[in-house]
């Protein structure tokens, strides 16, 4: 069977949606998601959402590896949804959101929210996908929850490593039918065998899926009395 089917469930039960992939890093996440979902087509994305990461790893490079054209709208500080709408053509196949986990820019700033992303991306029947980085299982400060970007957004991915504590792993979750349709297709891409997790890492990430699944059972607990 399929190497990481069980925690795939376990991760569709503690996010309650309807589809999950596991890879090994969120960098192998996103540019499987782009690759198998976005190839030849059009991903529009914030230009203030032009991320670097540990290792010189650059947004717009992922892009360019994946087939995907970036189509920047905004400015650094400032994005409305507006830009969005009027970026849409023929080819475009995405809504693309990189949290800026590791930076902030205050001031003069505005940036769209998910909800608004979503609103556009659904009336044009185009993905809305969610890069959360890090992001946080818990409301931590404005720390994006992957709850709340499950409400709005087509295909979720984050850091398994930073948000449960566990082994380096890239979490993918579809919501819907078509989030459950984009990662079945990632699933089946032959790029995903070429990032596929590893059986220890696997089983160190079962384990920390449990004690999640644990915890997450004794707050509901304490929260019932």
Do not use: W
């Amino acid at each position: 069977g399929e190497r990481a089917a069980l925690v795939s469930g376990l991760l569709i039960q503690l996010f309650g949606c309807e589809a999950a992939l596991v890879v090994n890093n969120n960098a192998a996440a996103i540019l499987l998601a782009l690759t198998a979902l976005c190839k030849g087509k059009e991903v529009i994305v914030s230009r203030g959402q032009q991320v670097e990461i540990g290792g010189s790893f650059r947004m717009p490079d992922v892009m360019r590896l994946s087939g995907a054209r970036m189509v920047e709208v905004g400015t650094t500080n400032r994005t409305r949804q507006d830009d969005y709408e009027q970026a849409i053509t023929s080819r475009s196949g995405a809504l693309l959101r990189v949290h800026t986990s590791n930076f902030r820019v205050a001031g003069f700033t505005e940036a769209t929210t998910l909800t608004q992303m979503a609103a556009v991306a659904h009336a044009h029947e185009l993905l809305l996908i969610d890069d959360l980085g890090s992001g946080a299982a818990q409301p931590i400060a404005d720390e994006p929850t992957v709850a709340e970007s499950l409400q709005h957004s087509d295909v979720v991915t984050f850091s398994g490593d930073k948000l449960f504590g566990g082994p380096q792993a890239g979490i993918v979750l579809g919501r819907g039918e078509s989030g459950a349709g984009a990662v079945k297709k990632m699933s089946r891409h032959p790029l995903a065998r070429a990032v596929r997790i590893d059986k220890l890492t696997l089983a160190a990430l079962e384990a920390t899926l449990r004690r999640s699944e644990e915890h997450t059972s004794e707050l509901q607990s304490l929260t019932n009395l």
